[in-house]
Each structure stands twice: as structure tokens, then as C-alpha cells.
């Protein structure tokens, strides 16, 4: 083969890397077919690709493919980090991959997809890519990190992990997103012993009760490492909007009103299809434990029948009751609290008045709206209050990565949380 004929090859598989392309690899040479694409790059002439012609300017996977004018020399390699990306999805190449771009923007790391689907005959594969995006739009440099994609047919994980754990970069964290629907420590085990921090989401969670029960268990071992359940994350506008709502700074209602909540309903998305709501969803059940932990209440009984759970609590001598509703919507996340509905008795200029709280999340709506009937607060029966909205524009899965790759969260409030919910899901039994 001619030295043209190498050079317009070896251009090629540049080109194709960069652009976020995946190139086969030999699995036992991932490693030295990286270093060979990036020397590659850093060899590439000066006078490479180049024209007068307008550049336009992208972000994501693609931004090489659609600057044909830009030099090789203008990729600047950058990684912080190491993301383990563990999917069991049909879809995992595309669906991840699309996720790890926008992680990228932010975080560039060195990421790992580890892909696994169950097969009687064993099989490895693996390829690899870049993912670049702009460092801003006059200097035209592109910022890349390196994907390494593996995909093992196969039964467990220990085969993939033996892998994946050489191609980490020493020295650097290891994250590892367990992007699945079953949590099973058994899975996990093998790549526990080279990460840093664990990230789940329980909104993805088949089974409800196991899926919570094995992140309890995962957070009490002794060498446990900090876990991050991306569903947690998303409750916080809705903490955030319920704290504020018992505001004495933020009426409808006043902190006097927390010690008289006798009723609370929450409702969520159970899908718009029959036989949807056959089980509890992880993340109302979240929130009322959260609830119950801040204000100390003590569950006493619980129940579950399709997809209705109900609970009783004792506070300072008085019964709470609480509810989990399914509500048939198409507009929100199967699973994702849609309302909360808290019904308090406050002392109020000598008498005891009935208060209401309703937060809603209205479909086609990215923000939360806190509203109050309140006769105290008013001077009016039955007058409705808003506190206006907390938004959840920006709770996206990637946004939600991002948030736990800056801060590494190791959280008591969500460790009593967690034990709380093991024990309503224990009551209803």
C-alpha cells in the first residue's frame, strides 16, 4: 500500500473518531488503538483541511463532522474525570451515548459505556470515539474526551468489568452510572471495587420495593461509597417549594401550621394506559418519607393495592394520614410526582382553622405552583394564595449528573429517607 494510500486511511480514521463515529476495536487493544488516533491527530499537518470558507460553528458529537475547515491541530484533548456508563437497554448505544454528549459539555471525561445483554454464548466487542464540542465560537477550538463503548453478551458482569477496570485512568475519579431498572448488588460487586461514587435512578426501578431496599443496603455497608439516586435530585424543587410554603418569610401558610397537618396526598404519573398502576412508584414515596423524617412523625400502619398506598403516622399525639395516588397522565414521567395536597388544623386568633396547601405540577407546565386556602391568612374563607413556582427546567438526566459530579454528595438527609421508606414499605406488608 502506498504512503498516500496510508495517509488518506489513517485521515479517515481520524475524521471518523472525531466526529463521534465508533470504530471497532480489538478489545485487547483498546488502549494502543486510542494512542495511535490521537497521535494521529497531534502529527496532523498544519496545512490540513484548510479554506476561506465560513466554519459553522456546533456542539455535541457532530461539531467535528460539520467544520470541514477545521484543522486537526485545533483539538485540544481534555478529560477530569472517568464515567462508567452501565446499561442492560436494547437501545444503549444511541440513547446513552446522547446523554454522555451532553455530560461532556460540561465535565469532559474519559467515558466508559459498559453494555450488557444476556446471552447463552459469551461475546465481547468494543469500539471507539470522541465526543468534542466548541471551547466557545471565535476561537473555533474543539474540547474532545474519549468514549470507549464494551458490549459483552453473557450472563453477570464479571467478564465486562475485568475490562473496564484496566481502561480507567489512574489518578482521576471513577463515577459509575448504573443506568438501569434492576439494582442488584450481585452485578455490582465486581465494579465496586474501583469506583469512587455510585449514581442510580430509582425512577427507572421495575420493582419499586427492591430497587429501594438494595440502595439501603448499599449505603449502610461500612465501605460503602457516596450514591446518588438521580430521582432524589428531581424532588428537590418540590422540597424546596413545600419548606417554602410553611414559610413565616413565604406565606400561604406558617411554620404554626406543620404541627397541625393531619392529611397529606400525593399524587403521580401512573401512565395513560390500563393496568398501569399495578405498583407503587419510587418517588412520591420518597417525598412523604423525606416529610415524615423532617417533621419526626412515626409510622404506624401502611397499606398497598393497586398502586395506592396508604399510611398512618403518629405526631406529638395526633394522627396523620397520608396517601400515594396514581393519576393517569401522559403529559409527565411515569412514576413522577404530579401533586401534593396537605391539609392542616392551625391555631389562628384564638380558634383552630382548616388550612390547605396544594403544589401541582400542571401538564405541559416545567414548574411547580404552591397554592393556599388559608381563612387566617386572608381574612376570607376559602382564598387561594400563590407563592408562585419552582422550576424544573433544568432537571434533565445529564443537568442531574453534572450536579453530582460537582458536589460527590454523601447525604445524611437522603440516608434517614431511604431508611424511612424501607420501613413504610415494610408496613406494608
Known sequence: MSSSTDKRKSTTETNNFLSGRLSQVDVQRIERELKDLWRAIDDAKPDAQTSDAPVKVTEGKDAYANQSTTKPSNVMRACTANIVLFSEDVDAEVQASAVLDEVAIRHPSRAILAISRRASEQRLEAWVSARCHMADSKSLKQICSEQITVRYDGEGTRELASVVSPLVINDLPVVLWWRANRLDRGYLEPFSRFIDMLIVDSLRAADAKSFIKEMSGLISQPTRKP???LNWGRLIPWRRAIADAFSDAAPPMSLPSLAGISKVVISYASGSGEGKATAI???????????????????????????????????????VNASIEPFQSDKLSEGAVCSVVIEAETPCEGKVIAERMIAEQRPGSPCIYVLSDSDCRKGEPGAEVGTGAESLVELTEARLIDFAMESMPDDQVFRHTLDCTVKLIDLAK
Do not use: H, I, M
Not at 286 to 296: I, Y
Not at 297 to 319: I, R
Open 227 to 229: 450514591l446518588f439516586d
Open 281 to 319: 412508584a419510587v418517588q412520591p414515596l420518597l417525598l412523604l418519607a423525606w416529610l415524615s423524617t423532617r417533621l419526626g412523625w412515626s409510622g404506624q400502619s401502611a397499606s398497598l393495592s393497586e398502586g395506592k398506598f396508604s399510611a398512618q403516622f403518629s405526631a406529638n399525639g395526633k394522627t
